[in-house]
C-alpha cells in the first residue's frame, strides 16, 4: 500500500439533494479546506479521510471506472467484453443482494482482471436507518462479498452517493474507506450514448472517478464511443486501488 501524506474526501453531487461537485483527485487541498469550512469536526477526524496519494501512477493519465450494480445483470457481460477490447479496468459496486442473486458474475468479474466494492445490502439511503441499522448494512454486505469472493471488500459507496459522518465512522470502523465519483454519466437516465459519452468527455481529467451502472440501457454503446476517443488521448481505466497505487 502507498500512502502519502494527504487526505483525501470524495464528494459527489448528491442526485436529489444538492447539485455539489467536488473534483475529488486533483483538488486535495481546497478538499480539505472545504471540510474545515463547512463541517469543522472533519478537522478533528482525518481518520476518516483516506490518506492519499502520490501523483507517481504508472498510468498516464489515470482515471477510475466504476459501475454500480444493484439490479440487473443484463449488461455486465457486454460491459466486460467492452473493457476487455480497451484493457480498461473498473470497480463494481456491488449491492449485497445483487451478489447473492448473481455469484457467478461477481466471481467473473474478478477473474476478469476488475475490482469489487461494497454497495450495501439493500440499497437504501443510510441517513433513513438508524445508528444499528447502518451498521448492519455495512457489515452484512461485507460478509456476503467475503463468501462470494473470499476477499475482504476496501471501498465502499453508498447508495445515492448519501453519506453522513456517522456512516463514515462506521465505514472505517469496518474497515472501509467511502468512495464517491467527480462524474456522473448520468447513463441511469438512459439518455441516448452520445450525450454519455458527452457527459464524460467535456468533465475528464487526470485521476477522475467515473460513474456508470451496470443496469442502464445505453452505457455499453457509450463505452463504446468514449473509451477509443479517450484511449488515444493517453487515458488509461483502472481500478479505485489502481488510482489510489494500492497493490
Ligand atoms: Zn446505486
Same mark, same amino acid.
Not at 46 to 50: A, H, K, Q
Not at 182 to 187: E, G, H, L, N, V
Given at each position: 500500500m502507498s500512502l502519502s501524506t494527504h487526505s483525501i474526501y470524495f464528494m459527489r453531487s448528491i442526485r436529489s439533494m444538492q447539485k455539489l461537485i467536488i473534483l475529488p483527485l486533483v483538488s486535495l487541498f481546497c478538499l480539505l479546506q472545504w471540510a474545515k469550512i463547512f463541517n469543522p469536526s472533519f478537522s478533528q477526524n482525518?481518520?476518516?479521510?483516506?490518506p492519499a496519494i502520490s501523483q507517481n501512477t504508472s498510468y498516464a493519465l489515470p482515471a477510475a471506472l466504476t459501475f454500480d450494480c444493484s439490479w440487473n445483470d443484463a449488461c455486465t457481460s457486454s460491459i466486460l467484453d467492452t473493457l476487455d477490447l480497451y484493457s480498461a479496468k473498473a470497480t463494481f459496486f456491488i449491492s449485497a443482494y445483487w451478489a447473492r442473486r448473481y455469484p457467478e458474475r461477481v466471481k467473473e468479474i474478478l477473474e476478469r482482471g476488475h475490482e469489487i466494492g461494497s454497495h450495501s445490502d439493500l440499497h437504501r439511503p443510510f441517513p433513513s436507518f438508524d445508528l444499528d441499522q447502518k451498521a448492519q448494512q455495512l457489515l452484512s454486505a461485507k460478509k456476503s462479498i467475503r463468501d462470494t469472493t473470499g476477499q475482504e471488500v476496501l471501498w465502499f459507496r453508498p447508495p445515492y452517493g448519501i453519506i453522513d459522518q456517522e456512516t463514515l465512522r462506521l465505514c472505517r470502523a469496518a474497515g472501509m474507506y467511502c468512495v464517491l465519483w /467527480?462524474? /456522473?454519466?448520468? /447513463?441511469w437516465k438512459n439518455v441516448p450514448p452520445k450525450k454519455i459519452a458527452e457527459n464524460i468527455i467535456g468533465s475528464i481529467h487526470p485521476y477522475s472517478i467515473l460513474l456508470f451502472q451496470n443496469g442502464a440501457l445505453n452505457t455499453v454503446s457509450a463505452l463504446e464511443e468514449l473509451l477509443p476517443l479517450l484511449s488515444q488521448k493517453g487515458y488509461q481505466f483502472c481500478t479505485i486501488s489502481q488510482l489510489m497505487q494500492i497493490h
Open positions: 482525518n481518520d476518516l479521510l483516506f /467527480d462524474i /456522473d454519466s448520468q /447513463d
